[in-house]
């Protein structure tokens, strides 16, 4: 099983719908959660940390379960600019070893 | 834009050679580590460097090995070069600090060894 697992993708929506992305992770003891960003032929870019609480970035939520060792994004009124992959990342407790996801790919048309 | 940067931004080498990658990092930041993605993968940590010493490392065999200097920029290199070392090589620097926080990417260097 791999360490983080994401849904593989590629998700075509249009503009206007609510996409969501989950992502699945293997170490309990993980403690920082994040969702990346990347461009095509660009460098990855955080997008949003997510907190046990939840939290909430104008169209973008982020939630995390620790009991099913799960996190979620969702992106609401998705935009033609939302069109990327998105990298689930967790960071393993005191740990220096961040681990992405495969990423998953988002297309949105117009 | 995050002021991480990399040089060089694309490099061509034939199998059995050796590269040198460079990356500077964000100002005030004492960490950097080193990522490989290959097509179609996110990237896979291949190890970090913070205050100059080697803070942990990936699945990578020890032909790939690091520097990190004083004023926290940072060198990764690759011995006997493999098809499949064929990648975009990314650097991220960050603050250490107890919880792990975010990572600031440069842009990376496209390797293709051929």
């Known amino acids: 099983r791999k360490e983080v697992e994401q849904d593989p993708g590629p998700f075509n929506v249009p503009e206007g719908a609510t996409v969501a992305f989950n992502c699945t992770y293997s170490?309990?003891?993980?403690?920082?959660f994040f969702w990346y960003r990347q461009d095509c032929r660009k460098e990855p870019k955080l997008l949003m940390s997510?907190?046990?609480s939840g939290n909430e970035d104008g169209r973008f939520t982020a939630q995390l379960n620790r009991a099913s060792q799960y996190i979620s994004l969702l992106i609401r009124d998705s935009k033609l600019s939302d069109s990327a992959t998105y990298l689930c990342?967790?960071?393993?407790?005191?740990?220096?070893?961040?681990?992405f996801g495969a990423g998953t790919r988002l297309f949105v048309k117009a | 834009e995050t002021g991480v940067t990399q040089s060089p931004t694309h490099l061509i080498k034939t199998r059995g050679q050796q590269v040198t990658l460079r990356c500077s990092s964000q100002s005030g930041h004492n960490t950097v580590s080193w990522y490989q993605q290959a097509l179609g993968q996110g990237p896979q940590f291949i190890f970090q460097?913070?205050?100059?010493?080697?803070?942990g490392r990936g699945n990578f065999p020890p032909r790939f090995s690091g520097l990190q200097f004083p004023n926290y920029s940072s060198e990764l290199n690759v011995n006997a070069l493999e098809l499949d070392d064929s990648a975009l090589y990314l650097c991220a620097s960050s603050l250490k600090t107890e919880l792990n926080t975010e990572q600031f990417f440069g842009p990376g260097t496209r390797l293709t060894v051929l």
């Open positions: 170490n309990s003891a993980s403690q920082s």
């Open positions: 997510v907190y046990s």
């Open positions: 990342v967790v960071n393993p407790t005191g740990g220096f070893k961040t681990i």
């Open positions: 460097y913070y205050r100059e010493e080697e803070n």
